[in-house]
T-cell receptor
Framework: DSGVTQTPKHLITATGQRVTLRCSPR?????VYWYQQSLDQGLQFLIQ???????AKGNILERFSAQQFPDLHSELNLSSLELGDSALYFC??????????????FGPGTRLTVL | GDSVTQMEGPVTLSEEAFLTINCTYT??????LFWYVQYPGEGLQLLLK?????DKGSNKGFEATYRKETTSFHLEKGSVQVSDSAVYFC????????????FGAGTRLFVKA
């Protein structure tokens, strides 16, 4: 158990809909990272937040957005969903420095299926 | 741009065989290199890391050495067990050339008893 929690575990929705994925980092970690894992694209870094502020942006679509709240939990919002958005979405957290080179601890993931 | 290339799988070995999974990278900055392991139905776990050239990361019998001259970070284990069956990801993280984390495609390992 990494100490990172993600909800829900599974999510099934329809094209055009909007969903919110939630992540709670390990106690004391200020950085949260979001990743998408799909069969065709592999594991892709989406975005990083550090202590409530956006720190780094990867291959995140404009239809996707994220935020980190004062209690440090984070939410990833996916809107206008398409079939190709079906994937495993992982959250990770790391220690206080906020560097990308810190060890990241991954949650169990949310499996999103878009029908 | 930066990238990570690792050998395609699946790799199938018998128990106690020697394991090598190749990983090479391209980077504009001075990245740290990682190996992560993903067991079925679980998230990724850090296996080992190396932060600068010639560093050797090791954990649970796995080793990898950061080779700047060959831009490689090959994963090795002297004697694999059935419990090592998983998907292994090589990755680089870089704060110097712009914040980024890049993963390889993953290599699935099957170990037979």
């Amino acid at each position: 158990d990494s100490g990172v929690t993600q909800t829900p575990k599974h999510l099934i929705t329809a094209t055009g809909q909007r969903v919110t994925l939630r992540c709670s980092p390990r106690s004391g970690d200020l950085s949260v990272y979001w990743y998408q894992q799909s069969l065709d694209q592999g594991l892709q870094f989406l975005i990083q937040y550090y202590n409530g502020e956006e720190r780094a942006k990867g291959n995140i679509l404009e239809r996707f957005s994220a935020q980190q709240f004062p209690d440090l939990h984070s939410e990833l919002n996916l809107s206008s969903l398409e079939l190709g958005d079906s994937a495993l979405y992982f959250c990770a957290s790391s220690s206080a420095s906020g560097r990308q080179t810190d060890t990241q601890y991954f949650g169990p993931g949310t499996r999103l299926t878009v029908l | 741009g930066d990238s990570v290339t690792q050998m395609e799988g699946p790799v199938t070995l018998s128990e106690e065989a020697f394991l090598t999974i190749n990983c090479t990278y391209t980077a504009t900055g001075y990245p740290s290199l990682f190996w992560y392991v993903q067991y079925p139905g679980e998230g990724l776990q850090l296996l080992l890391k190396a932060t600068k050239a010639d560093d050797k990361g090791s954990n649970k019998g796995f080793e990898a050495t950061y080779r700047k001259e060959t831009t490689s970070f090959h994963l090795e284990k002297g004697s694999v067990q059935v419990s090592d069956s998983a998907v292994y990801f090589c990755a680089l993280s870089d704060d110097t050339g712009g914040f980024k984390t890049i993963f390889g495609a993953g290599t699935r390992l099957f170990v037979k008893a």
